[in-house]
């Protein structure tokens, strides 16, 4: 299967004398059993953690976060962003830790309940707050981004726009996130999968 581009779309073409010299495999795609022999690329992408669903074979930047939060918990993994036994053997552990369903698959389930173990070392956490009230200087279009700008580690994105907010997610410097508002204290509402997050403005900045 092969995208040929927009006057063709996806079409079936013979890869026999295309001149294709290299297959990719794109990190934040589920490609099945067909992945089989395909050599992963090097872990480029910057994807948020509880975006998509993780399983033994994934690739990409929210497996490296996954790994060094296992770790926090514990675990003792070779954080390479590489989901491999060693990793999915560490979320059974949690998952049967938090009581949750073993299939060794970090998926919205498993990310919930991971947010919550993680949250359990930070201060107490406010887990259901009042809406905030965003500000905007500017009209939002579908075009501007927030870009996480910290030096190594992660980015807290919370609930609410403030640290005393629970954790959605976490993400690495260079994350690129869809920008909503911002709030008069220098926070960003982001897109964080189906739902709005908020950034600190200290770790992040609007393109």
Known sequence: MEWKGFNYGCVRTAVKGRGWLNWYKLPFIDYGDADTGVHAPDVVEHITLGSRLLKNGSTGTDVKTLQELLNQL???????????????????????KAGIKQDGKYGDQSHAAFMAAIAEKDAPLQTDPAPAEPVQDEPVTNERKVVITCDGGTVNIRVGNDTKYARITVAEGGTVLLYVATAENGWHAVIVGDRVGWVSGKYSKIE
Do not use: M
């Open 74 to 96: 514990g675990a003792s993994l070779t954080v390479d962003g590489i989901f491999g036994n060693k990793t999915e053997a560490a979320v059974i552990a949690f998952q049967k």
